[in-house]
């Protein structure tokens, strides 16, 4: 099955900082989606973005999707302490499969 | 709080033993998949149920099977353990069985194999 692929894998940022990720695909999607992870813990939705949206955004979040690219980017603007964590993308291969990409382990320094 | 009740929350035992993981979905959801989390393979789905039928499979081993009873909970059994099954476990439910749309992640049932 397909999966996303974060890039970069690691990123630590000051706080107040923007924290930009990107995820890459491999097959058409019907959507994709961002999660985040607290250490350990159960993975959390924070946003879908569908085939045909460009644009999403959900408070200090913002989602791209370039189909033809196949690639997303997540944009966390005005990073806080409590946005540390790891953050996957999943892609919806159509088949009632949400594959997930190895994540992003974000830092933010106080 | 998701909603997604998963238990046991650890879970210790020896290779080749056999356990069973619960997970009760969110009142409502009809989709429940399976998710195993290691360290060197990522989040691997395994399987999905939708209203007591399987939907989907993904990197489920023969080792391992699950269910989704009337009441919508579902197990996952993993039988004949290996070293290598120790890893976080997770359930996710869903509204829809059909459009992959927001999943509501459990807590996890972490399982160590020794």
């Known amino acids: 099955s397909q999966q996303g692929e974060e890039d970069p894998q690691a990123l630590s940022i000051q706080e107040g900082e923007n924290a930009t990720m990107n995820c890459s695909y491999k097959t058409s999607i019907n959507n994709l989606q961002w999660y985040r992870q607290n250490s350990g813990r159960g993975l959390v939705h924070l946003i879908l973005i569908r085939s045909n949206e460009r644009e999403k955004h959900s408070g200090r979040l913002r989602v791209t999707l370039d189909t033809s690219k196949k690639s997303s980017s997540l944009l966390i603007t005005a990073s806080r302490a409590a946005d540390t964590a790891s953050y996957f993308c999943a892609t919806d291969d159509g088949n009632n499969r949400l594959a997930f990409g190895k994540g992003n382990q974000v830092v933010v320094i106080p | 709080d998701s909603g997604v009740t998963q238990t046991p929350k650890h879970l210790i035992t020896a290779t080749g033993q056999r356990v069973t993981l619960r997970c009760s979905p969110r009142s409502g959801d009809l989709s429940v998949y399976w998710y195993q989390q290691s360290l060197d393979q990522g989040l691997q789905f395994l399987i999905q149920?939708?209203?007591?039928?399987?939907?989907a499979k993904g990197n489920i081993l023969e080792r391992f099977s699950a269910q989704q009873f009337p009441d919508l909970h579902s197990e996952l059994n993993l039988s004949s353990l290996e070293l290598g099954d120790s890893a976080l476990y997770f359930c996710a439910s869903s509204v829809s069985g059909f459009d992959t749309g927001e999943l509501f992640f459990g807590e996890g049932s972490r399982l160590t194999v020794l």
């Open positions: 149920y939708y209203n007591g039928e399987e939907r």
